[in-house]
């Protein structure tokens, strides 16, 4: 809910003014934002535009330094952009802003931006046009910073070159991304001329990324390292990155194996509701072959989707949540592209464009099933990401812009959506064993990440099940799919994301880890004042802020109305 009207102080004025800067050198952010400025244009990803982006955060930390807190709100906004924009700047001078990698990099920005374009009007695909003649010249910038980086021996990974390289060329292929751009007709009553200038521009752009994909094995392959791993020195700075917090990464390598032997044991509880006696994966091939938990065809999973998620919203507002009308809908799509992902995107400044979860459906998958994908509505939709960043966005009273858009935090929202999960099952909405076998499967998944990432990076031993010594791919491998019920293509696409996004999968039950625990700490401090929907209000109305920076404020609220 909003709420009263906030005089803007010296902090706010001084947050606005650095995303007001930021955004102007970032046309791809006001695309996310919705925002119709510099549509057809691309960010400076050279060295050039990185070192200019970092000037403007040097330049506000030094003005940030000299104001002070006049109420709570301006305590958590000085705070917030202190760590965020200090991590950034230890990034930059690190020459970590140029990540290769089968996951995030500056040719994923490049592609995905499109996405979000609107289709709706001959101008529309005009200035997509535009864009799309840029892509050449974008991708060229990208290629100087790497080289920059690998310059200053931050060097990609063998293994994530290589990665890139087949998803480059996936994106050209046909009946790929380029092919169902051409063929995308929400405006129907295209001039011939526009027609011809966005086959033209499909053209540029496509022979731009066919063009990467060789300068990847020609260029960059050469300069990469074999060693998969980024080392612990470098592994923390990612780590507070995801997470806006320091942890003790021996003692959360511990925690990741104990977390994958608890949640194994509640998935062997829940075999044996399903079948007396199953194991796990006798279990799950018992809920692959029932046909009541099974969906035929992308349009069957899309309406799925959309009424799980309606449902949801209906039956946690004002049980669990106080959900404000204009965020109540959620829209459900099934995504261009086909790389298998499942993501949400959040709604437009003006919630003219709904959040909307997207799901990338691999070639020739026809069959899903909803007993394993129930938890990952929750997950992105509600009470996930749309709850979380939709809340913070009709913050519009309270929060700054910098606050409300310009920050988000993956262990902040990546440990929200986990925690959601656990929570739709806290309040019987897992209660079905099928339901339940699905989010222990992404749970188990999730604190196998922990162990995995963490044990690649930082060169820890691995555990006794695959033989001890040091992590390869192969034992890998053969952990994940010991405790994950995944198919092969997806497990190999999250065990390169590990070896390939340094801190950033663990971030996701890292994150629900100290989620919870401020959680129990609030119930502490409140005892029996606890109460759910108001925890949940004043946690998601900080927005998307580091971990050790949430847990100050909502601390300081529950202090001070116990």
Known sequence: MNSSPRQPTDIDALAEQHFDRMLRLSPIAMTNLGINERQDEYDDFSPAGLAEEHAVIADTLRQLRQLEPVDPVDKVTKAAMLERLGVDAELHLAHERSPVNGIVSGLHDIRMVYDMMPTGSGEDWQTIARRLRNVPATIDGWFESVADAAAHEVRPATRQVRLLIEQCESWVSDRNFFDTLGATSTYRELSDATRAERSTAISVARHGFADAATRLADEVLPLATEVDGVGQQRY???????????????????????????????????????????????????????????LHGTDALREWMQTTADAAVEGLSGSAFDIDPAIARIECMIAPTTD????????????????????????????????????????????????????????????????????????????????????????????????????????????????????VHCGFEAPGEVGGGEWTFEKAWDYFNSHVSMEPNMARYELNRYFGWPGQAPS?????????????????????????????????????VGLDVLRAAVLDGATSSS
């Open 340 to 455: 298998g992902g499942i993501y949400y995107t959040g709604p437009s400044e003006d919630l003219s464009r709904p959040g909307r979860m997207w799901w990338s459906v691999p070639p020739g998958v026809q069959r899903f099933t909803s007993w394993r994908e129930l938890t990952t509505v929750f997950h992105e939709g509600v009470p996930g990401h749309h709850l979380q960043i939709a809340q913070t966005m009709v913050q519009s009273q309270t929060l700054n812009r910098w606050r409300r858009m310009g920050c988000w935090v993956s262990g902040h929202g990546e440990g929200w959506a986990l925690y959601s999960e656990w929570l739709m099952a806290e309040l019987g909405y897992l209660d079905d064993p099928g339901s339940r076998m699905g989010m222990l499967d992404s749970q188990t998944m999730r604190a196998v990440r922990v162990v995995i990432d963490l044990g």
């Open 508 to 544: 996701y039950k890292i994150g629900q880890r100290l989620w919870e625990e401020l959680r129990e700490r609030v119930t502490d401090v409140e005892g029996d004042n606890f109460d759910l929907v108001s925890f949940h209000r004043r946690a998601l109305n900080v927005g998307s």
């Open 236 to 294: 923390q700075l990612h780590s507070r990155q995801y997470l806006g917090a320091t942890i003790d990464l021996a003692e959360t390598y511990a925690w990741g194996l104990d977390q994958v032997a608890r949640i194994s044991q509640l998935m062997l509880e829940t075999a044996d509701r399903i079948q007396p006696g199953a194991s796990v994966k006798e279990a799950i091939a018992i809920l692959d072959a029932d046909d009541s938990y099974a």
